[in-house]
């Protein structure tokens, strides 16, 4: 069934790295996505990844891909207060009649301390 | 980048009364839009797929005679929650569809319900 896994919370001090993981149900999703959400706010979206991609690099974000594990992970470098929020991952189901829908998972609450 | 707009930005109503929520797209054409449901500290749950012109899709335990779904344009798409309850207080979020690039969805900022 549809279901996407991620670690509820992660304290990390300002400055550091931060990893947010992710496991995923379906072999065959194309895109994997991060989005951001701050608080009382949508969604933003970060990144995303082709699944025949290992790795990708953004400016402070770099999202590692294990097909084989259906393993997410989304780090980022130099962690900011500002980096505060919540962290949803999602992957893309095709759904019978030609769109797709997105699966997120539950959202890692990421809290920067000095 | 592609702005998707909610409006309102929150509401608060009465039990028994209904309730609109307007989804736009200002910079692009959405012929398929998304209508979320957060609960506190929750994840989105997928309510339905609106297709301008057409039907709205609703997932599995969603009530389509309570949460209507209109797609009237190609950059509007409405949620009216019927008869609302306490029960319905929440953070409705929609997403609209850019079909070019990766296929992504555009996510507005949400409307906070509050039913009394």
């Known amino acids: 069934g549809e279901d996407v896994e991620q670690s509820l919370f992660l304290s990390v001090r300002e400055g550091d790295s931060s990893v947010i993981n992710c496991t995923y149900t379906?072999?065959?999703?194309?895109?994997l996505y991060w989005y951001k959400q701050e608080p009382g706010a949508g969604l933003q979206l970060l990144t995303y990844?082709?699944?025949?991609?290992d790795m990708k690099q953004d400016q402070r974000l770099t999202v590692l891909l294990n097909k084989k594990d259906k393993h997410l992970s989304l780090r980022i470098a130099d962690t900011q207060t500002g980096d505060s929020a919540i962290y949803f991952c999602?992957?893309?189901?095709?759904?019978?009649?030609?769109?797709?829908?997105?699966?997120f998972g539950a959202g890692t609450r990421l809290a920067v301390h000095p | 980048g592609a702005v998707v707009s909610q409006h309102p930005s929150r509401v608060i109503c009465k039990s028994g009364t209904s309730v609109k929520i307007e989804c736009r797209s200002l910079?692009?054409?959405?012929?398929?839009m998304f209508w979320y449901r957060q609960f506190p500290k929750q994840s989105l749950m997928l309510m339905a797929t609106?297709?301008?012109?057409?039907?709205?899709?609703?997932e599995q335990g969603v009530e389509k005679d309570k949460f209507l779904i209109n797609h009237a344009s190609l950059t509007l798409s409405t949620l009216t929650v019927t008869s609302a309850h306490p029960e319905d207080s929440s953070f409705y979020i929609c997403?609209?569809?850019?079909?070019?690039?990766?296929?992504?969805?555009?996510f507005g900022p949400g409307t906070r319900l509050t039913v009394t």
């Open positions: 990844i082709f699944s025949n991609m």
């Open positions: 379906d072999s065959s999703s194309t895109y």
């Open positions: 910079d692009f054409q959405a012929t398929t």
């Open positions: 609106s297709n301008e012109g057409s039907k709205a899709t609703y």
């Open positions: 997403s609209a569809r850019e079909p070019r690039g990766v296929d992504e969805q555009y």
């Open positions: 999602a992957e893309r189901w095709g759904v019978p009649g030609g769109y797709n829908k997105l699966i």
